[in-house]
């Protein structure tokens, strides 16, 4: 029997939080070239057996230069406490602080705030929709779907970042199962925080939450049929794709060695995205900008444009506010004469694919049809 407590290493690259090769390769499914512009593999469904094989033969966790343990999860509560959930009826959004909640954990360091995800989750969707995260990272997108009654698909073309995801859903879920053998299943309702109001959800509607982890790259999403997608929620790599890392895994979006490299890479992801979502269906991308030659390099725009030349229409524009920049501060304090501004925000953008043709004409001022 595998034992699940056993903890592995895996190596955290600080930059991007990509989890990068540890101990030894993983089975299957790997590109074989390493040019990151060029490889398209296809999607292979990733379970909690291949999980927990993984798990059985890994000890620790490398952040940084520091290891960490990865034991179990111990969950102490499954809901955001109030300080942790802020304002999001405004186009600025701020999460001071990081979310603890159920297995989120800050210890992957390139995830999106979970109050960003839950709060596109609660405005978009209804319980048992279906939400895809492409990018899926540590599994973020997928706790909170099935926190909030959701089904989620999760890709990642990191075989370490799926193996995160799971090893957070496992628990997660071992922690649900708990909580419904004990009798203490029902809850109150817990969607106020959108300022939609909603049906709470049960740890039995939690545990019907269907979540399929897939190893694949988001620029080819074979295994997802046309129009299957109720929500596509995103947090691309953006900001270290001028600096090339041949340690990246190839078809990774910041392997890109150009920035128009990273563009034509996105362009194939935003069509997968909008033809996996179904008319009507919303997609929000986090993205940020950078700096070249101390001159700004609006990267978000250049997404935004390519988002609208697929075909979608704009919903929303939100700033979220950066924080946990100490680090940035310190280093260009050091600098006597800085002259440019630090970037302290990302932005959100929240589009939706139109119903019809109809909607175009409707929404002109908020397509690429702007002059009809
Ligand atoms: C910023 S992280 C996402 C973090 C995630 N939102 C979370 O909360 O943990 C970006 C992710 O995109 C993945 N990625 C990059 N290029 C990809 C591609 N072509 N297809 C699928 N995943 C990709 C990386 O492996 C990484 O896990």
């Known amino acids: 029997m595998v034992v699940i407590s056993e903890i592995f290493l895996v190596e955290y690259s600080r930059v991007w939080g990509q989890i990068f090769v540890g101990l030894q390769e993983p089975r299957r499914s790997f590109p074989s070239s390493r040019q990151p512009g060029t490889v398209v593999f296809s999607m292979r469904k990733v379970g909690f057996d291949e999980y927990l094989e993984f798990a059985g033969t890994r000890k620790e966790l490398e952040v940084e230069s520091s290891r960490v343990k990865l034991e ?22 701020s999460f001071p602080k990081r979310g603890s909640w159920a297995t989120h954990r800050g210890d992957y360091r390139g995830n999106w705030p979970p109050q960003m995800v839950r709060a596109l989750i609660l405005m978009f969707t209804e319980p048992g929709d279906t939400v895809l995260d492409p990018m899926v990272g540590s599994g973020t997108t997928c706790i909170e779907a099935v926190l909030l009654g959701r089904n989620c698909v999760g890709v990642d073309i990191n075989y370490y970042a799926i193996m995160l995801t799971l090893h957070r859903i496992y628990w997660l879920r071992k922690h649900l199962e708990r909580l419904q053998g004990s009798g203490s299943h029902r809850f109150g309702t817990i969607m106020e925080e959108s300022g939609k109001s909603m049906g709470g959800v049960t740890v039995d509607e939690m545990l019907k939450a ?14 997802i049929q046309d129009e299957s997608i109720d929500l596509v929620a995103m947090h691309p790599p953006y900001s270290s794709i001028i600096k090339y890392s041949k340690s990246r895994v190839a078809g990774d979006l910041s392997a890109a060695r150009s920035l128009e490299e990273y563009l034509a890479m996105m362009s194939q992801v935003v069509s997968e995205s909008f033809r996996v979502l ?14 070249v030659h101390r001159h700004y390099v609006p990267i978000t725009y250049y997404v935004l444009d390519t988002l609208l030349k697929t075909g979608f229409i704009l919903k929303e524009e939100v700033v979220k506010i950066q924080h946990r920049m100490k680090a940035t501060r310190e280093r260009w304090a050091k600098l006597r004469e800085r002259d440019f501004l630090l970037i302290y925000h990302e932005k959100l953008f929240i589009l939706r694919k139109p119903k019809n043709e109809n909607e175009y004409k409707k929404y002109r001022h908020s397509s690429a049809r702007i002059s009809g």
């Open 72 to 93: 179990p999860i111990e969950v102490k509560r499954i809901h955001p406490s109030p300080e942790e959930l802020t304002d999001v009826s405004t186009t600025v959004w």
């Open 278 to 291: 179904r008319p009507g269906g919303h997609l929000g991308i986090l993205v940020g900008d950078t700096r």
């Open 210 to 223: 269907r979540i399929e982890v897939y190893h694949g790259d988001a620029r080819n999403l074979d295994k």
